[in-house]
């Protein structure tokens, strides 16, 4: 997904697995890691069975 105008994403996996990928390059975040990025490329999955919860932030707010 590339965002469609100026913004920052950054959030924090609550539970599960999540592989996020930033402008290409993989990073797997396990419960309470964080993330940070601004006007990348970005996509996600859930690698694993347990579903995967995330606070995510995006400003500023597109809806």
């Given amino acids: 997904m590339q965002p469609s105008s100026p913004r920052e994403d950054g959030g924090m996996l609550i539970e ?22 601004a006007g990348k ?12 919860v995330v606070l995510w932030v995006i400003s500023p ?3």
């Fill in 61 to 63: 707010p597109v809806y």
């Fill in 41 to 52: 490329s970005y996509r996600w999955h859930n690698p694993g069975a347990v579903p995967a």
């Fill in 16 to 37: 599960g697995q999540l592989i996020l990928t930033i402008d290409g390059v993989d990073f797997a975040l396990e419960a309470g890691d964080s993330f940070q990025f």
